[in-house]
């Protein structure tokens, strides 16, 4: 098989871990990384294409392939105005489905999260839920949208509360059962897997990918 794909979010912890193993895969003969910084070291299979993201619309001509990949991801720490946050939480996927639409791709995978409604009084998990929302209406004939619920793994920009937190919720991995399965840490590598199982499924037809689906499709490799 000779796919391409596009990435959105390489950078990112869940987006360089789909990258390298999408470098790894024979099947994609090509990748398109989307970005505001370059990436160095990659080899010749990768063609990266560097800008404003914001304004996506400026790709349209180079943003076509089999496949698309949206890693978009900021957090209120890094983002603390909501306005500029939104822009890049909804906007990215949103445009980025748009673009894929227009262009005849037939397959968009995109990073969610767990609790995200459009209806919510939580402006996180609003703004998710509309970029699910929006990002459905595109109809894109096969839509897979992965809700994680909070994704392990170690980040540069993680501070130390947060580290203490994660390093907590591990440590009650076991008490959640049943039910509460849901809620136990999504790694990151998981995702990855499932996002790439996804995309070259013949048979999946959910939209929405829950944390213990996440896992149960990594498996399917």
Sequence with gaps: MNKTAIILGASGLTGGLLL???????D????????RTKIEGLPSKVTQHIGDLLDLEQFKTDFKAHQVFCCIGTTASKTPDKSVYKKIDYGIPVAAAKLAKANGIDTFVVISSMGANPNSSIFYNKTKGEMERDVKQQNISRTFILRPSLI??????RRMLEKIG??????LQPLFIGKLKQYKITEPDHIAQAMINLANSTSYAEVIITSTDIKRITKNN
């Design 152 to 157: 392990g793994g170690q980040r540069e920009e």
């Design 28 to 35: 994609y003969s090509s990748i398109k990384l989307f970005s």
């Design 166 to 171: 994660l390093a907590i919720f591990k440590v």
């Design 20 to 26: 390298q193993k999408l470098i790894e895969d024979k």
